[in-house]
């Protein structure tokens, strides 16, 4: 799927705002009605983490007295220390699996917050069908589902991990300040020197990490929406599998399968790439991180001025401080990550916005018992005019017949109706009744028949009695026994049993307007007649408008119009004696 002007014009304006819409992301939840337990399982993670480094200085102290004791050849000393780290370790134990479990606990009640906005917003106002027609986002299944995960998930672990860091560093660096002593070097005293080499060695790596691995963050991005669009070609391949099969169009859907594989495979050999240079670094820089600080305090050792227990006192600090300023380059990759996921999120939320501060050129809403188009004209999002200037009133109880050639512009017109076409200028006047829209290719949820059939209703709204009733008025008597069978409908039945279901759907809907878009398209010209006369006898006093070709369709339509050379015309009706 290709990015959109639009879409890359949501992109620049993430990039140029970057942490003030993460902010305007993330702020929400906390003032949101569950701030309260939010806010508590935040603030005990944060003291566990606390308690955590209190048990590495503790832990710390121990190291000293525990190779002092080794020096010392101190039996007594030896045995009261490995007691004492018993209690150590199952303290640091207690904590990580509880600082883990809570950590969990905030991080899907976020995602599951944050996961019930974002489908109410995708979903309203039909967001999710603007965005589509317009091509703002690729792949919005990906942002609502693995991206909303990874960013609460990242963005804890990130978070808790920074505080955590910061406080190890302030109480290992005191420690360290007070126990590495001074050095001479060129005959200046260089008080807590251990400290200060600590701090010199995480700041070259950090700049050299961000040198070598700042692309990181492109390729992330560009890897999960080249994963993303080949789920989706996979997905269209199952969802579209007669059809393919029919045509033998398999060569041309592995062509496009591999296209997209190739974007897949390239984007991850220069991950690749990046990452072993990184890792060649961070190896290198960790490996060297651990004989460092003996090296560098060894002079003191040997000269007799600490112990053994003070110079592996001083290595274990070395490495708290070490780890603390290097949490910069453990954490980049994740970083990475977290920043590509976060331009996903605010783009597609950018697209959104976008999408409802739209101007409206069709004003659509809802009054009295007559449908009306004041002024209405259709366009195409290119501009092409499909419809001039027209007026026109719909009573209720009419039977409208809409026809003209194929691209005239008839679906949109009914597209206009529904409040889903913006392209034009205008208005329309709904009925303030029930209605419902019937396309030409029904929409089936995967489930039982019975959900199935009463869509968009719940299922469990209408008796069984009434379900088979209505499946052998529009002749489904063979799905009568499968009302509680869960299937992928709109793959099992035929695109003429899904016309009929469609109907027998609006049937227990049972609105006052019924608008059809050749929904009977599929069917022989004996059903469609069957279906009509059923609708007629079961529907007393329904509005039907209909759009279709037939000409046996003409019976049930005392009104007709045709939408030909940009006009909507009257047709003059001859109606069969």
């Known amino acids: 799927m290709t990015d959109s002007a639009e879409y890359r014009a949501a992109n ?128 919005p299944d990906q942002r609502l589902s693995e991206d909303l995960n990874n960013f609460t998930d990242t963005t804890l672990t990130l978070g808790l991990g920074l505080i955590r860091n910061l406080v190890s560093l302030v109480s290992f660096s005191v420690i360290l300040w007070g126990v590495s002593g001074s050095i001479e070097l060129f005959g200046i005293s260089i008080p807590g020197y251990m400290f200060w080499a600590a701090l010199l060695y995480a700041l070259v790596g950090s700049w050299l990490t961000h040198l070598i691995a700042r692309r990181l963050i492109q390729l992330n991005n560009q890897q999960q929406r080249y ?17 393919i099969a029919l045509y033998n169009g398999e060569q041309s859907e592995n062509e496009r399968l591999m296209t997209r594989f190739r974007n897949v495979w390239g984007n991850f050999w220069e991950l690749m790439k990046v990452q072993k240079r990184l890792t060649f670094f961070s190896s290198g820089y960790a490996q060297i991180a651990i004989i460092f600080p003996l090296v560098v305090a060894a002079p003191r050792y040997f000269a007799g001025k600490i112990q053994l227990g003070e110079l592996m006192q001083i290595n274990s600090a070395f490495g708290n401080v070490q780890d603390g300023l290097s949490w910069f380059i453990d954490a980049y990759a994740s970083l990475a990550n977290w920043r590509a996921t976060c331009d996903r999120l ?14 409206e050129n069709i004003e659509v809403h809802s009054a009295g018992e007559r449908l009306q188009l004041k002024h209405l004209s259709l366009r195409l999002g290119d501009g092409t005019v499909l419809l001039e200037p027209t007026n026109l009133t719909l009573e209720a109880g009419e039977h409208v017949l809409i026809s003209g050639a194929s ?29 419902l829209f019937v396309p030409q290719k029904p929409y089936l949820p995967i489930g039982s028949l019975n959900a199935a059939l009463c869509y968009p209703e719940e299922a469990g709204q209408h008796s069984p009695e009434r ?49 059809l878009d ?7 010209e004996n059903d469609e007649t069957a279906l009509y006369q059923v609708l007629r006898e079961q529907l007393p006093g329904v509005t039907l408008v209909s759009i279709g070709h037939r000409a046996d369709l003409k019976r049930f339509h005392p009104r007709q119009l045709r939408l030909e050379d940009r006009h909507l015309r009257e047709v003059e009706v001859v109606l069969p004696a």
């Open 12 to 139: 620049d304006a993430v990039r140029g705002h970057f942490f003030s819409q993460v902010w305007k992301l993330t702020a929400p939840y906390w003032r949101s009605e569950e701030k309260g337990a939010a806010w508590l399982l935040l603030i005990v993670v944060i003291a566990l983490s606390l308690v955590g480094v209190a048990v590495s200085v503790w832990l710390n102290s121990w190291y000293r007295d525990f190779y002092n004791a080794l020096q010392n050849k101190d039996l007594d000393a030896f045995i009261r220390l490995v007691l004492y780290f018993c209690g150590i370790a199952a303290a640091a134990i207690l904590i990580a699996v509880y600082r883990l479990y809570l950590t969990q606990m905030l991080t899907i009640k976020w995602r599951r917050w944050l996961t019930e906005k974002h489908f109410s917003t995708w979903l309203g106002d039909k967001n999710y069908y603007r965005l589509e027609q317009r091509g703002f986002t690729d792949n």
């Open 227 to 243: 994963e993303a669009d080949l789920r989706f070609g996979l997905v269209r391949i199952r969802e579209n599998a007669e059809s």
């Open 346 to 359: 605010l783009s597609f939320r950018n697209a959104m916005a976008e999408i409802a501060h739209e101007s």
């Open 407 to 435: 691209g005239a512009g008839k679906s949109t017109l009914l597209r206009a109706m529904s409040g889903l076409w913006r392209y034009g200028n205008g208005q329309v006047v709904m009925p303030a009744e029930r209605s």
């Open 467 to 515: 379900l088979r009733e209505v499946l052998r008025l529009c002749r489904l008597e063979q799905l009568c026994g499968r009302l509680d069978e869960a299937q992928h409908w709109q793959r099992l039945l035929s695109p003429g049993e899904q016309q009929r279901l469609a109907i027998a759907r609006a049937l227990l809907y049972a609105p006052r307007w019924l608008f």
């Open 518 to 524: 050749e929904a009977t398209s599929a069917l022989d």
